[in-house]
């Protein structure tokens, strides 16, 4: 009984990652949407010193430090060595996901 037990919470947990793995692709789209809307002034141009999206060399230091601390700085705002976040990008009616939506579009597109 205690391997039936085993097995089924760890099939639970592969469905649990595979349904994750799933709605990243929806994020994504979502993220490219908010990012297109709210964050394409600074990080297609470098407006303020933001690194330009899809120049892998300014993001991947960034990235280093993992997506909850790109997330952090999006959303609560952030001064670098060499420029500035405001928060929420300036755009203050973006929600938590739609934020979280635009780092995971913009790291994708840095990679």
Partial sequence: MSRFISTAICA?????ICSS???AATDLV???KTYETSCVTCHKTGLMGA???GD???WAPRIAQGVPV???HATNGFKGKVG???PKGGTATLTPAEISN???YIVKSSK
Avoid: I
């Fill in 12 to 16: 639970l947990f592969v469905c649990s």
């Fill in 30 to 32: 979502a993220g490219k």
């Fill in 21 to 23: 793995v799933a709605s």
């Fill in 84 to 86: 500035m976040m405001p």
């Fill in 102 to 104: 635009a780092v995971a």
């Fill in 51 to 53: 690194p330009k999206c």
């Fill in 70 to 72: 790109l997330v952090s």
């Fill in 56 to 58: 892998k060399a300014a």
